[in-house]
């Protein structure tokens, strides 16, 4: 039996394909609005831009770059064998791009009063990466 079996018989998880170029950008100063115009399809790059937009109460703007990140990750995880359930592990860097994209776009559903949208949101994160909803609140 191998050691990465899965017991419980659901779908192993997702490890996204590494892309450093967006993450070396924003590590090294580089603005997440000139690394999503560089990289449109990082979500990491567009949870950073819902990041900013939150901290300067841009609520609505927010959401906007969460929403975008978010679907660029699904794109991503459809791409890479996720068939809509499963662990997407916080543990593997390039997860979190899309992982960040998810709770800020809860935060965001929840700041604008949009309940339903937030639960869903917090329980899908928890599903994918009970680390993630704990490392991100």
Known sequence: MSIHE???GG????HLPDDPGPRELLASGTSPADVAAR??????????????????????ESYAYARTGYHRGLDALRRNGWKGHGPVPWEHEPNRGFLRALHALARAAQAIGEQEEYERCSQFLKDSSPTAAQVLG
């Not at 779908?11 to 997702?14: E, F, L, S």
């Not at 950073?48 to 939150?54: G, N, Q």
């Open 6 to 8: 899965n017991l419980l």
């Open 11 to 14: 779908p192993p998880p997702t």
């Open 39 to 60: 990289y449109p399809t990082s979500s990491l790059a567009w949870a950073r831009l819902a990041d900013e937009a939150f901290e300067r109460d841009s609520v609505v």
